[in-house]
């Protein structure tokens, strides 16, 4: 049986539970509204939501849905273990929900001059997961 401890001495790495229903119907064109109102705990549908009113001009709205998204994924990766820090890998599919909601909450906030929160959501992604800070940005 392997042995994965973590040799660097901070925390493991978070891995949320698959739940492929959500990306499923985004996957298959079904409208992130509807997906939304069928699987509200998603992360990844809030994210989607907060993308495509981002990309439409309407930034309060991407705003509301990122930081419904992020709220989501908080709880969630609680519920999987998580202390409050430490890494969620963007190579974990699950993941990506979660952090592409993080990402849009502060990309939102930059856009209707909340520096601060800008600056802690681009800490906060970037400390979670490197990767998604690079592709996501």
Same mark, same amino acid.
């Given at each position: 049986m392997? +042995?994965?401890? +973590?040799?660097?001495?901070?925390?493991?790495?978070?891995?949320?539970? $698959? $739940?492929?229903?959500?990306?499923?119907?985004l996957?298959? &064109?079904?409208?992130?509204?509807?997906? =939304?109102?069928?699987?509200?705990?998603?992360?990844?549908?809030? !994210?989607?939501?907060?993308? #495509?009113? /981002?990309?439409?001009?309407?930034?309060?709205?991407?705003? @509301?849905?990122?930081?419904? &998204?992020?709220?989501? &994924?908080?709880?969630? *990766?609680?519920?999987? %273990?998580?202390?409050?820090? %430490?890494?969620?890998? /963007?190579?974990?599919?699950?993941n990506? &929900? /979660?952090?592409?909601?993080?990402? @849009? *909450?502060?990309? !939102?906030?930059?856009?209707?001059?909340?520096?601060?929160?800008? =600056?802690r959501?681009?800490? /906060?992604?970037? #400390?979670?997961?490197?990767?998604?800070?690079?592709?996501? +940005?």
């Amino acid at each position: 049986m392997a +042995n994965h401890q +973590n040799l660097l001495g901070g925390p493991d790495p978070t891995h949320l539970p $698959d $739940d492929p229903e959500p990306r499923e119907l985004l996957a298959s &064109g079904t409208a992130p509204a509807e997906v =939304a109102a069928k699987y509200p705990a998603s992360s990844l549908v809030w !994210a989607q939501l907060a993308d #495509d009113a /981002f990309e439409a001009g309407r930034v309060v709205e991407s705003y @509301a849905y990122a930081r419904t &998204g992020y709220h989501r &994924g908080l709880d969630a *990766l609680r519920r999987a %273990g998580w202390k409050g820090h %430490g890494p969620v890998p /963007f190579e974990h599919e699950p993941n990506r &929900g /979660f952090l592409r909601a993080l990402h @849009a *909450l502060g990309r !939102a906030a930059q856009a209707i001059g909340e520096e601060e929160e800008y =600056a802690r959501c681009t800490a /906060f992604l970037r #400390d979670s997961s490197p990767t998604a800070a690079d592709i996501l +940005n």
